[in-house]
């Protein structure tokens, strides 16, 4: 939690609200139940569903992408 409030600059009552909010509709997952560390949920799945049907999603997703990227400066993996 204190690498992605120091990372995006939000308060860090916003990040543990974004966060929590995440946790609960699937889309993050904490990688172990006793700290703060996080990967992606299996609601990203659906994007997949998405690019199955046709619908350009690397149209929509790199430039998110690379915001993110910006701001996080590390690593992100796109992939289907």
């Not at 600059?9 to 006793?34: M, W």
């Not at 350009?56 to 993996?77: E, Y």
């Amino acid at each position: 939690m204190k690498e992605m409030v120091q990372s995006l600059g939000f308060h860090k009552s916003s990040v543990q609200r974004i966060v929590y909010t995440f946790e609960a509709n699937g889309f993050l997952e904490r990688c172990d139940p006793d700290k703060s560390a996080y990967r992606l949920g299996n609601q990203f799945l659906v994007f997949g569903e998405v690019a199955s049907r046709g619908f350009d999603l690397t149209r929509i997703a790199v430039p998110i992408l690379r915001n993110w990227w910006s701001r996080l400066r590390k690593q992100l993996i796109y992939a289907l």
